[in-house]
């Protein structure tokens, strides 16, 4: 919000036309980086010219006898030539690019190259120095470091400081910006009261250590960390990711270290042995939205997470825009498109689908588990047990050889194959459907489309791909042992086709249920939780022959284990590679209850493949079993594991328990919340740089890894997210401790030291203040990145406690925005701050911390409606509020709420009509209003003078003047007469909202006394931080 | 206009705050405009207006869900001759389909069910389903030669109104009240208009929103409700003597503290509170229907008498039209006729054929149409072949990007024209390619805009609607 004709006036002169020499990063980047560095900068592939003046070695390289900059001799130098040039094919910036050079620039590109061209690094990007000299300052305005940074260029520029704001200021000041919320009376008297020098320490301390204090960090948090309890996109449906807010407030309440508080969010998962809480903070970079558009390529959404994984990062800790380096190299900052995707691949290693279920309501993987104290000891009680009876299991099988060869020289005679829960030979069509061979059983449907044709036995189906052929069975969970056998013929090599499934859809569902496939020509078969991440998948390691009938068999134990899969071909078992083994959810659920061949909704079908013979079987058929079947024979010899499970007490009995205890265990798995969190993937996914951003476009493969124009990673740092974590927080980083302390210092002075607190890259603003800047993220990581010293050594200082009465008209003329700090910044408060404001006020506030989200009035008033909560939901501070991302809460959106679709770090706050009506007439703030109102009524009774004493002080901190005593006495006897007239019009007043209304004797009273309180409720003391 | 200006800057060189004094109109007789003119001298206007203006307001009818431009504009007999064949590899040539077709294993090429005929003096080609906006042919440039680079709605609508596919960036109504400003001081610059109680893709709020522009600069959502805008009327109890009281006491604090303070920026805190009262009379005025004739109903069709009516939103657009409103953004949903088209586009027609028509009539009759920029047209087209299984009455299409139908009336845009070229199977375009860049370049410059040079500055980057490309679509101009 600086003003650009500032700079001019104050940095500027001092280059171009004063003594001092040129400094590169101060007078000469900001003009190469905006006006030339498009076509002459880093990003040197997509440049016509090979002229390139970034660097001093590319400025002053020979190009054909030509030389950009000749270093001391302006003349020589191409450059001069070209920015003084009025042909308007050889001047530069060519006229084209609307961006010319003004004079005084001009003049300083040639002083530069006078002096001899001497590049900088980019300030921001030259190491935090060891130690930063303070300033010796005379002055008794001093009250620690920070203050003599401020007056030393305060008393240079030959200002001198504002006046020590009153303690009532001070105290409201400091009151909001560390916990959001208003003194209260007691408190301000308190304080007043209090004489002792460390009156103001002992405030400070005591707010730091509250947990409002940890709400409204939080606030701040939940905009850089683009917080929502929706999706996003389209669909936008509700998400669950509050536990991790209220970790955030947790970890603020327990003074987390900051470098702790990055690492765990980036990384905590990767942490030895990680706790709860540690994996939950990464939840940080599952925050951005979500698609479940039908159609959606998954993989364009998945990539387009992995990148605002990283522009998070790059904006909430490094400061600098990555979205440039997508497409192309950065046109103004040294990040390469190649570093890019290096640093992204850190953020892509997770076994995540691009696109959410729709049909169910899973989490999207990876996820962490969050059962309640009593839930966890159950389980892991189940866990135990469910281990103890499998390897009882195991032993008896092992042990039961001789036991099995007793028996069967005892019954030597082949037996029966079990019983098929329904078998389909496909031989006729009967009103549109296969009847079912099993006596009474249900016919499978079918659609005239798929063909009958000459089959392995009588006749087949010959499937359209298009076309389903639905069964009537098949909702088998994944507890229950069961088997699917079938002929089929596969007429070419299937690149990808869905034999049968239970399955609502592929994308569209996550795939929930079980399925064969021909997946790359293979035989591949799932039983899916949640695609891909909670699911078991096995692939045959040979490709299925196409053109020839096939007898396949698919097998399954009931234990949620991959080894539990059994894949038949011709009755033999065929070797499978293991594509995924873990699946601890259900996989029933998500609509299309039944087994359906040759066709899944909006998947590859079974095009012109053949199907006969299928059948479906409640029990895992053993190798025997399978064998005879492929046989076409009715009757087989038994073999161990028929004899385990038919006739071994021992045995039988251990198999019942275990399938008890797997359902037990899913019954009680259905009751504990997940949350979307970071794991990493076994095997690390192959990343690749994407041409223009496509991701379709995959360019060269690309492994993790930092930029070089910035410091390697940590000696003895992994190369993956903890390393990433780990560098970032290093004390060779240095970014991430300026970048910290500035978006610190805007909470509380409105602008950062760097104005543009999201780009400290070439096209931000330099620092104001740069060895403060300096000082305090020393200070800040030598004091082991503790937030509450940092805070408390700025609000106590003499810049914080300034008045904020602009004193001198000709100072603020001269730096009308404040960029010194010749006086303390006033704003407005935050949405949240004006809503709790209110709340607080008026003693409706619920204090209660964390929790579900919650829906106050205007919920009922969003774009996309629903129902607004009851009782004490709708008093909770605003950090609670459900936040929607395609239907925020429209009374916090009109009063600037960040819109939380992207990280942002920093919130407009512009004054609108709108935010009036809302302050005015909406019944969160009438309610208010008229809440506070009774109480006055209740304390003062009918004497005016001392009500709107309280009024005021209880909206402002402060007595009113004999001239604002005035105006609201003149208001409040308007109204008293107006209401007392008109008693139906009180009642109606005061009535409104959920809590209960006054009694009635008082109304006219209490409803002109709520029209004082509203109009304070909008008066700038009470809405703005002063 | 230096090297250092931030985010908040305009593109003048001076704060928002500044800016919105100077050309926001809307806050006229803040001081602080006169003191920065006492400073700096006379205003020079912003470099980015460089053309005379021919339209000073636009009304965007947003058809969602993307209407089939082969049974509204684009006549294709040739698929009514290869009905049933396949849609030739030659002409797909591997363009990526959606999720919905692309694992089809046939897609079978279908003809419109509709008869076509040409209209007016133009011969504007239009199927018997727009019989009202085949009327107004020689108002309107039918464009036919419309492409994006999105396949589903969401990137799509987000692309049409934003000018990029992911959400974040600044609306055009946005980008015109940051450029333009209001011409009104009653009423807000930029306001929307949703049919209500429609099926189909859900909108979302960002598509009107101003992005990292400042939040003033979002749309105004008017709703079919005693509150059109969130709490517009004063809480039960509370009447307009009270409420001119409050704000007159109002009034008299914030001059107070401006004098105690000396913080200029209580002028437009004062201002913010007097426009919104006024907006508790312009709005209920604006928004009341009840005093146009029976006339006006009868070229609207009756249902403009039922708030919340695409129709009744197109007459509410005029009203907002005749006050100065920069941009009026109409949404009608359920345009996706991925089955059951026939039923479907005809139902969507009935909806809005007539309102549209007559909405174009009604502003040449006031004289307003020369000024006023109308544009009707959704996010993409429909496939030439049919999604899932063909019958002559219930059919569908899916999504397509590589050609779609719009059409723009008045505001400087030729009438009675048609533009672009498409091939005979209606799938890739032969001649006068439009890219959603181009519209949205063509667009401005019909406001005066050079869209290259209404920037602003965030993250480091100068965004524009139009990103790094556009190009006028001169072809169309008046």
Same mark, same amino acid.
């Given at each position: 919000?600086?003003?650009?004709?500032?700079?001019?006036?104050?940095?500027?002169?001092?280059?171009?036309?004063?003594?001092?020499?040129? @400094?590169?990063?101060?007078?000469?980047?900001?003009?190469?980086?905006?006006?030339?560095?498009?076509?002459?900068?880093?990003?040197?592939?997509?440049?016509?010219?090979? $002229?390139?003046?970034?660097?001093?070695?590319?400025?002053?390289?020979?190009?054909?006898?030509?030389?950009?900059?000749?270093?001391?001799?302006?003349?020589?130098? @191409?450059?001069?030539?070209?920015?003084?040039?009025?042909?308007?094919?050889?001047?530069?910036?060519?006229?084209?690019?609307?961006?010319?050079?003004?004079?005084?620039?001009?003049?300083?590109?040639?002083?530069?190259?006078?002096?001899?061209?001497?590049?900088?690094?980019?300030?921001?990007?030259?190491?935090?120095?060891?130690?930063?000299?303070?300033?010796?300052?005379?002055?008794?305005?001093?009250?620690?470091?920070?203050?003599?940074?401020?007056?030393?260029?305060?008393?240079?520029?030959?200002?001198?400081?504002a006046p020590?704001t009153g303690?009532e200021k001070?105290?409201?000041?400091?009151? $909001?910006?560390?916990?959001?919320?208003?003194?209260?009376?007691?408190?301000?008297?308190?304080?007043?009261?209090?004489?002792?020098?460390?009156?103001?320490?002992?405030?400070?301390?005591?707010?730091?250590?509250?947990?409002?204090?940890?709400?409204?960090?939080?606030?701040?948090?939940?905009?850089?960390?683009?917080?929502?309890?929706?999706? +996003?996109?389209?669909?936008?449906?509700?998400?669950?990711?509050?536990?991790?807010?209220?970790?955030?407030?947790?970890?603020?309440?327990?003074?987390?270290?900051?470098?702790?508080?990055?690492?765990?969010?980036?990384?905590?998962?990767?942490?030895?042995?990680?706790?709860?809480?540690?994996?939950?903070?990464?939840? $940080?970079? %599952?925050?951005?939205?979500?698609?479940?558009?039908?159609?959606?390529?998954?993989?364009?959404?998945?990539?387009?997470?992995?990148?605002?994984?990283?522009?998070?990062? +790059?904006?909430?800790?490094?400061?600098?825009?990555?979205?440039?380096?997508?497409?192309?190299?950065?046109?103004?900052?040294?990040?390469?498109?190649?570093?890019?995707?290096?640093?992204?691949?850190?953020?892509?290693?997770?076994?995540?689908?691009? =696109?959410?279920?729709?049909?169910?309501?899973?989490?999207?993987?990876?996820?962490?588990?969050?059962? @309640?104290?009593?839930?966890?000891?159950?389980?892991?009680?189940?866990?135990?047990?469910?281990?103890?009876?499998?390897?009882?299991?195991?032993?008896?099988?092992?042990?039961?050889?001789?036991?099995?060869?007793?028996?069967?020289?005892?019954?030597?005679?082949?037996?029966?194959?079990?019983?098929?829960?329904?078998?389909?030979?496909?031989?006729?069509?009967?009103?549109?459907?296969?009847?079912?061979?099993?006596?009474?059983?249900?016919?499978?449907?079918?659609?005239?489309?798929?063909?009958?044709?000459?089959?392995?036995?009588?006749?087949?189906?010959?499937?359209?791909?298009?076309?389903?052929?639905?069964?009537?069975?098949?909702?088998?969970? %994944?507890?229950?042992?069961?088997?699917?056998?079938?002929?089929?013929?596969?007429?070419?090599?299937?690149?990808?086709?869905?034999?049968?499934?239970?399955?609502?859809?592929?994308?569209?569902?996550?795939?929930?249920?079980?399925?064969?496939?021909?997946?790359? +020509?293979?035989?591949?078969?799932?039983?899916?939780?949640? @695609?891909?991440?909670? !699911?078991?998948?096995?692939?045959?390691?040979?490709?299925?022959?196409?053109?020839?009938?096939?007898?396949?068999?698919?097998?399954?134990?009931?234990?949620?284990?991959?080894?539990?899969?059994?894949?038949?071909?011709?009755?033999?078992?065929?070797?499978?590679?293991? *594509?995924?083994?873990?699946?601890?959810?259900?996989?029933?659920?998500?609509?299309?209850?039944?087994?359906?061949?040759?066709?899944?909704?909006?998947?590859?079908?079974?095009?012109?493949?053949?199907?006969?013979?299928?059948?479906?079987?409640?029990?895992?058929?053993?190798?025997?079993?399978?064998?005879?079947?492929?046989?076409?024979?009715?009757?087989?010899?038994?073999?161990?594991?028929?004899?385990?499970?038919?006739?071994?007490?021992?045995?039988?009995?251990?198999?019942?328990?275990?399938?008890?205890?797997?359902?037990?265990?899913?019954?009680?798995?259905?009751?504990?919340?997940?949350?979307?969190?970071?794991?990493?993937?076994?095997?690390?996914?192959?990343?690749?740089?994407?041409?223009?951003?496509?991701?379709?476009?995959?360019?060269?493969?690309?492994?993790?890894?930092?930029?070089?124009?910035?410091?390697?990673?940590?000696?003895?740092?992994?190369?993956?997210?903890? +390393?990433?974590?780990?560098?970032?927080?290093?004390?060779?980083?240095?970014?991430?401790?300026?970048?910290?302390?500035?978006?610190?210092?805007?909470?509380?002075?409105?602008?950062?030291?760097? !104005?543009?607190?999201?780009? $400290?890259?070439?096209?931000?603003?330099?620092?104001?203040?740069?060895?403060?800047?300096?000082?305090?993220?020393?200070?800040?990581?030598?004091?082991?990145?503790?937030?509450?010293?940092?805070?408390?050594?700025?609000?106590?200082?003499?810049?914080?406690?300034q008045s904020s009465d602009i004193s001198s008209e000709a100072v603020s003329l001269?730096?009308p925005?404040n960029?010194?700090?010749?006086h303390f910044p006033p704003?407005r408060?935050?949405?949240?701050?004006?809503?709790?404001?209110?709340?607080?006020?008026?003693?409706?506030?619920?204090?209660?911390?964390?929790?579900?989200?919650?829906?106050?009035?205007?919920?009922?008033?969003?774009?996309?409606?629903?129902?607004?909560?009851?009782?004490?939901?709708?008093?909770?501070?605003?950090?609670?509020?459900?936040? %929607?991302?395609?239907?925020? /809460?429209?009374?916090?959106?009109?009063?600037?709420?960040?819109?939380?679709?992207?990280?942002?770090?920093?919130?407009?706050?512009?004054d609108?009509?709108?935010?009036?009506?809302?302050?005015?007439?909406?019944?969160?703030?009438?309610?208010?209003?008229?809440?506070?109102?009774?109480?006055? *009524?209740?304390?003062?009774?009918?004497?005016?003078?001392?009500?709107?004493?309280?009024?005021f002080?209880?909206?402002t901190?402060r007595l009113p003047d004999e001239a604002e005593r005035a105006v609201l006495g003149t208001l409040?006897?308007?109204?008293?007469?107006?209401?007392?007239?008109?008693?139906?019009?009180?009642?109606?007043?005061? /009535? =409104?909202?959920?809590?209960?209304?006054?009694?009635?004797?008082?109304?006219?009273?209490?409803?002109?006394?709520?029209?004082?309180?509203?109009t304070l409720?909008n008066f700038d003391e009470c809405i703005s931080?002063r | 206009?230096?090297?250092?200006?931030?985010?908040?800057?305009?593109? &003048?060189?001076?704060?928002?705050?500044?800016?919105?004094?100077?050309?926001?109109?809307?806050?006229?007789g803040i001081a602080l405009?006169g003191l920065?003119?006492?400073?700096?001298?006379?205003?020079?206007?912003?470099?980015?207006?460089?053309?005379?203006?021919?339209?000073?307001?636009?009304?965007?009818?947003?058809?969602?869900?993307?209407?089939?431009?082969?049974?509204?504009?684009?006549?294709?007999?040739?698929?009514?001759?290869?009905?049933?064949?396949?849609?030739?590899?030659?002409?797909?040539?591997?363009?990526?389909?959606?999720?919905?077709?692309?694992?089809?294993?046939?897609?079978?090429?279908?003809?419109?069910?509709?008869?076509?005929?040409?209209?007016?003096?133009?011969?504007?080609?239009?199927?018997?389903?727009?019989?009202?906006?085949?009327?107004?042919?020689?108002?309107?440039?039918?464009?036919?030669?419309?492409?994006?680079?999105?396949?589903?709605?969401?990137?799509?609508?987000?692309?049409?109104?934003?000018?990029?596919?992911?959400?974040?960036?600044?609306?055009?109504?946005?980008?015109?009240?940051?450029?333009?400003?209001?011409?009104?001081?009653?009423?807000?610059?930029?306001?929307?208009?949703?049919?209500?109680?429609?099926?189909?893709?859900?909108?979302?709020?960002?598509?009107?929103?101003?992005?990292?522009?400042?939040?003033?600069?979002?749309?105004?959502?008017?709703?079919?409700?005693?509150?059109?805008?969130?709490?517009?009327?004063?809480?039960?109890?509370?009447?307009?003597?009270?409420?001119?009281?409050?704000l007159d006491s109002l009034e008299a604090l914030h001059r107070l503290q401006l004098e105690k303070s000396g913080d200029t920026a209580l002028e437009t805190r004062i201002a913010q509170y007097e426009?919104?009262?006024?907006?508790?009379?312009?709005?209920?005025?604006?928004?009341? &229907?009840?005093?146009?004739?029976?006339?006006?109903?009868?070229?609207?069709?009756?249902?403009?008498?039922?708030?919340?009516?695409?129709?009744?939103?197109?007459?509410?657009?005029?009203?907002?039209?005749?006050?100065?409103?920069?941009?009026?953004?109409?949404?009608?949903?359920?345009?996706?006729?991925?089955?059951?088209?026939?039923?479907?586009?005809?139902?969507?027609?009935?909806?809005?054929?007539?309102?549209?028509?007559?909405?174009?009539?009604?502003?040449?009759?006031?004289?307003?149409?020369?000024?006023?920029?109308?544009?009707?047209?959704?996010?993409?087209?429909?496939?030439?072949?049919?999604?899932?299984?063909?019958?002559?009455?219930?059919?569908?299409?899916?999504?397509?990007?590589?050609?779609?139908?719009?059409?723009?009336?008045?505001?400087?845009?030729?009438?009675?024209?048609?533009?672009? &070229?498409?091939?005979?199977?209606?799938?890739?375009?032969?001649?006068?390619?439009?890219?959603?860049?181009?519209?949205?370049?063509?667009?401005?410059?019909?406001?005066?805009?050079?869209?290259?040079?209404?920037?602003?500055?965030?993250?480091?980057?100068?965004?524009?609607?139009?990103?790094?490309?556009?190009?006028?679509?001169?072809?169309?101009?008046?």
């Open positions: 919000m600086k003003h650009v004709l500032l700079l001019l006036s104050l940095a500027f002169p001092a280059a171009a036309f004063s003594a001092d020499r040129v @400094e590169f990063n101060r007078d000469v980047r900001p003009i190469l980086s905006d006006k030339c560095f498009t076509c002459h900068g880093p990003d040197a592939k997509n440049q016509k010219s090979d $002229f390139r003046i970034d660097t001093f070695q590319h400025a002053t390289a020979d190009l054909d006898g030509t030389f950009g900059i000749v270093p001391g001799k302006v003349r020589d130098s @191409e450059v001069h030539h070209r920015i003084h040039s009025h042909d308007p094919a050889g001047i530069m910036p060519p006229p084209e690019t609307k961006k010319p050079l003004t004079p005084e620039e001009i003049a300083v590109l040639d002083r530069w190259i006078a002096e001899g061209a001497e590049y900088e690094v980019h300030w921001s990007f030259v190491p935090l120095p060891e130690t930063v000299e303070v300033p010796a300052v005379r002055s008794d305005w001093v009250q620690n470091e920070i203050d003599a940074f401020v007056f030393a260029r305060l008393a240079e520029a030959g200002y001198t400081p020590e303690r001070w105290l409201r000041r400091v009151r $909001f910006d560390l916990t959001g919320l208003p003194p209260t009376l007691t408190e301000l008297d308190a304080f007043l009261a209090d004489t002792s020098p460390e009156a103001y320490e002992r405030v400070v301390d005591r707010l730091l250590a509250s947990p409002a204090y940890a709400e409204r960090m939080t606030a701040e948090w939940l905009d850089v960390a683009r917080y929502s309890d929706s999706y +996003g996109y389209q669909v936008d449906g509700d998400r669950r990711v509050w536990p991790w807010r209220d970790w955030v407030i947790r970890a603020f309440w327990e003074n987390l270290p900051y470098d702790q508080f990055i690492t765990w969010q980036l990384a905590g998962d990767l942490l030895p042995d990680p706790t709860r809480d540690q994996i939950l903070a990464t939840a $940080f970079n %599952r925050l951005h939205p979500q698609n479940v558009e039908g159609g959606s390529v998954p993989e364009e959404f998945r990539v387009e997470y992995v990148s605002d994984r990283l522009h998070t990062y +790059g904006t909430a800790f490094l400061g600098l825009t990555m979205e440039c380096s997508r497409c192309h190299d950065h046109k103004y900052d040294p990040i390469t498109a190649e570093d890019y995707y290096r640093l992204s691949a850190y953020f892509s290693n997770i076994d995540e689908a691009g =696109l959410y279920s729709f049909f169910t309501p899973a989490v999207p993987t990876p996820t962490l588990w969050l059962p @309640e104290e009593e839930q966890a000891e159950k389980l892991r009680k189940l866990e135990a047990e469910i281990a103890a009876t499998v390897s009882a299991l195991e032993r008896r099988r092992a042990e039961a050889g001789s036991d099995f060869a007793a028996w069967r020289q005892a019954h030597p005679a082949p037996l029966p194959l079990p019983e098929a829960l329904a078998v389909f030979s496909f031989d006729e069509v009967k009103d549109g459907a296969y009847p079912n061979a099993i006596p009474k059983g249900e016919a499978a449907k079918t659609t005239p489309n798929n063909q009958v044709v000459p089959g392995k036995i009588g006749r087949a189906v010959q499937l359209t791909g298009d076309d389903a052929v639905t069964l009537p069975l098949g909702n088998f969970t %994944r507890d229950d042992a069961f088997s699917v056998s079938l002929w089929m013929l596969s007429p070419d090599h299937k690149e990808r086709a869905v034999i049968f499934s239970r399955s609502k859809a592929w994308t569209d569902a996550a795939s929930r249920g079980y399925e064969l496939l021909l997946d790359d +020509g293979r035989l591949c078969a799932a039983l899916v939780h949640y @695609e891909p991440g909670n !699911a078991i998948r096995v692939r045959a390691t040979e490709e299925f022959p196409s053109g020839a009938w096939k007898h396949v068999t698919l097998t399954y134990d009931g234990s949620s284990r991959a080894a539990g899969v059994g894949l038949y071909v011709d009755g033999e078992p065929i070797p499978l590679e293991i *594509v995924r083994d873990k699946l601890t959810r259900e996989i029933t659920g998500g609509g299309s209850d039944t087994i359906v061949i040759g066709q899944r909704m909006r998947d590859s079908g079974f095009t012109n493949g053949r199907v006969d013979d299928f059948r479906v079987y409640d029990r895992t058929l053993t190798p025997a079993q399978v064998s005879a079947l492929a046989a076409g024979k009715r009757e087989f010899r038994a073999d161990l594991p028929h004899y385990l499970a038919t006739e071994d007490a021992a045995f039988r009995d251990g198999r019942a328990k275990w399938s008890a205890l797997r359902k037990e265990r899913s019954a009680l798995v259905r009751t504990i919340d997940e949350i979307m969190v970071m794991e990493e993937m076994a095997s690390p996914r192959q990343n690749y740089l994407l041409e223009r951003g496509l991701y379709s476009a995959r360019g060269k493969p690309v492994s993790p890894g930092v930029p070089a124009f910035l410091p390697p990673l940590p000696e003895g740092a992994p190369n993956n997210r903890l +390393g990433l974590a780990r560098w970032t927080v290093d004390e060779a980083n240095p970014l991430t401790a300026r970048v910290t302390v500035n978006r610190y210092w805007q909470l509380l002075f409105a602008n950062g030291l760097v !104005a543009t607190s999201e780009d $400290f890259g070439s096209q931000g603003r330099l620092p104001t203040h740069p060895d403060l800047l300096d000082w305090l993220a020393r200070d800040f990581v030598a004091h082991g990145w503790d937030l509450r010293h940092l805070l408390k050594q700025i609000v106590l200082s003499a810049t914080y406690r001269a730096d925005e960029t010194l700090l010749h704003a408060l935050s949405a949240e701050m004006l809503r709790d404001n209110a709340l607080a006020i008026s003693g409706l506030l619920v204090p209660t911390v964390g929790g579900p989200p919650v829906k106050p009035y205007d919920i009922a008033a969003a774009f996309k409606p629903s129902p607004p909560d009851k009782g004490e939901n709708l008093y909770r501070r605003s950090v609670y509020t459900y936040m %929607r991302q395609t239907s925020p /809460s429209p009374l916090m959106t009109s009063l600037n709420a960040s819109k939380r679709d992207v990280c942002q770090v920093k919130t407009e706050r512009t609108s009509p709108l935010q009036g009506l809302v302050m005015l007439n909406s019944p969160q703030f009438v309610e208010a209003a008229r809440t506070l109102a009774t109480r006055l *009524v209740e304390i003062h009774g009918k004497d005016d003078d001392a009500l709107l004493d309280e009024a002080r209880r909206t901190s409040l006897s308007a109204e008293l007469a107006h209401y007392t007239a008109h008693p139906a019009a009180a009642t109606t007043l005061i /009535s =409104l909202g959920d809590s209960p209304a006054p009694p009635n004797d008082e109304a006219p009273r209490i409803a002109a006394v709520t029209t004082l309180i509203s409720l931080k | 206009m230096t090297t250092s200006c931030t985010g908040f800057d305009s593109p &003048l060189g001076l704060s928002r705050r500044e800016t919105l004094a100077r050309f926001g109109g809307g806050l006229g405009a920065l003119e006492k400073s700096e001298g006379a205003v020079a206007p912003p470099p980015y207006l460089t053309s005379a203006p021919k339209a000073k307001r636009v009304i965007y009818l947003f058809q969602s869900g993307g209407p089939s431009q082969m049974d509204l504009f684009d006549y294709k007999p040739r698929l009514n001759a290869e009905q049933g064949k396949e849609l030739p590899e030659s002409v797909r040539m591997g363009q990526r389909l959606t999720g919905m077709s692309g694992n089809q294993s046939s897609l079978p090429l279908v003809g419109s069910p509709f008869a076509f005929r040409q209209h007016g003096k133009s011969g504007t080609w239009m199927s018997e389903l727009l019989p009202h906006t085949a009327a107004i042919a020689d108002e309107i440039t039918v464009i036919q030669s419309m492409h994006t680079d999105a396949i589903n709605h969401g990137p799509g609508v987000t692309f049409m109104q934003t000018g990029a596919q992911i959400g974040g960036r600044p609306s055009i109504g946005s980008w015109l009240s940051y450029g333009l400003g209001s011409p009104n001081d009653n009423l807000p610059g930029f306001v929307v208009l949703i049919t209500k109680d429609q099926k189909g893709q859900p909108l979302v709020s960002r598509l009107w929103g101003s992005g990292f522009l400042p939040g003033k600069h979002d749309g105004v959502r008017f709703r079919p409700d005693k509150d059109a805008v969130l709490y517009l009327n004063n809480p039960g109890g509370l009447d307009s003597r009270s409420r001119r009281r409050m426009m919104g009262f006024r907006m508790q009379a312009s709005i209920p005025e604006v928004t009341d &229907l009840s005093s146009e004739s029976d006339a006006t109903f009868a070229l609207y069709g009756e249902e403009a008498r039922t708030p919340g009516t695409y129709a009744a939103n197109c007459l509410m657009a005029r009203r907002l039209a005749e006050r100065g409103v920069r941009f009026i953004q109409l949404y009608h949903q359920d345009w996706d006729h991925h089955g059951g088209l026939p039923g479907g586009l005809k139902r969507k027609c009935a909806e809005t054929d007539r309102a549209s028509a007559a909405l174009v009539t009604d502003l040449k009759q006031r004289g307003l149409l020369d000024d006023t920029l109308v544009i009707w047209g959704g996010e993409f087209g429909r496939t030439n072949y049919c999604q899932g299984k063909f019958s002559p009455t219930s059919f569908g299409r899916d999504h397509h990007p590589k050609c779609f139908s719009i059409w723009m009336a008045g505001g400087g845009v030729k009438a009675g024209h048609s533009y672009g &070229l498409t091939d005979d199977y209606g799938y890739n375009i032969l001649e006068g390619g439009v890219h959603v860049h181009d519209f949205h370049a063509t667009l401005l410059h019909l406001l005066g805009v050079d869209h290259e040079q209404l920037t602003f500055q965030y993250q480091g980057r100068h965004f524009r609607l139009t990103d790094v490309h556009g190009k006028v679509v001169n072809e169309i101009l008046a």
